[in-house]
């Protein structure tokens, strides 16, 4: 069998695990249904666990998208994106054009992707900001759980965002990609 391999930050030579993959290693019991992992270029990631600041503004941001995000978009909480056989990404929300199902959506066809950090911020602000540019997500958002600070990304390329812009909880968040869309993080309820 002619397995796929990576080499790891250490240097170390990898066996790559596709989407695949670990859904066969969930039906087989080896992975538990509800374990957080991602996978980023075939390697297994956990995901860092969710504090009550995290989980308490996604609760608050989840209801304000629901409330005020225009008809023509759909948004998805913790969606399981599968972008290609060795990416697969848990975006704390992913928003995207309506008539589009989860399954079809590739990265330019994002309309935003919100990231909600505590302790995971520097890697959602340095290396998920750079995978989610290198395939094509146009606006990314990483909020500071704990002050509600965001670092908004726009403009992608292969290297990573062009526009990085750091805006506080009092500033009027407005995705590029979604006309009609604005969100005072100050204002959400639980600051």
């Known amino acids: 069998m002619n397995q796929r391999t990576f080499v790891a930050e250490d240097g170390s030579l990898r066996r790559a695990f596709t989407v695949a993959d670990v859904r066969r290693m969930v039906e087989a019991g080896v992975i538990e ?36 995000l225009p008809d023509a978009f759909g948004h998805i909480q913790e969606a399981g994106w599968a972008i290609s056989d060795l ?4 975006p704390d929300f992913l928003v995207f054009p ?12 994002a309309a935003l ?9 520097r890697y ?13 997500v146009r606006e990314y958002w990483v909020i500071q759980a704990a002050d509600r600070t965001t670092r908004v990304h726009r403009d992608p390329d292969a290297r ?30 639980g600051m």
């Not at 959602?124 to 094509?136: F, H, L, P, T």
Request: proline share 8%; aromatic share 6%.
């Open 33 to 68: 249904p509800d374990e957080r992992l991602e996978i980023v270029d075939g390697e297994l990631r956990p995901m860092s666990p969710k504090g009550p600041l995290h989980e308490t503004l996604k609760r608050h941001l989840n209801r304000h998208l629901a409330r005020e």
């Open 87 to 90: 990416l697969y990404l848990e």
């Open 98 to 109: 309506a008539e589009l199902e989860i399954g079809s959506i590739r990265g330019p066809d």
């Open 113 to 121: 992707v919100i990231e909600v950090a505590d302790s995971s911020w």
């Open 124 to 136: 959602d602000a340095v290396r998920k900001a750079q995978i989610y540019a290198s395939i094509g």
């Open 160 to 189: 990573g965002y062009g526009s990085i812009v750091d805006c506080s909880a009092a500033d009027l968040l407005v995705p590029a990609f979604v006309p009609g869309y604005s969100v005072r993080l100050r204002d959400l309820p």
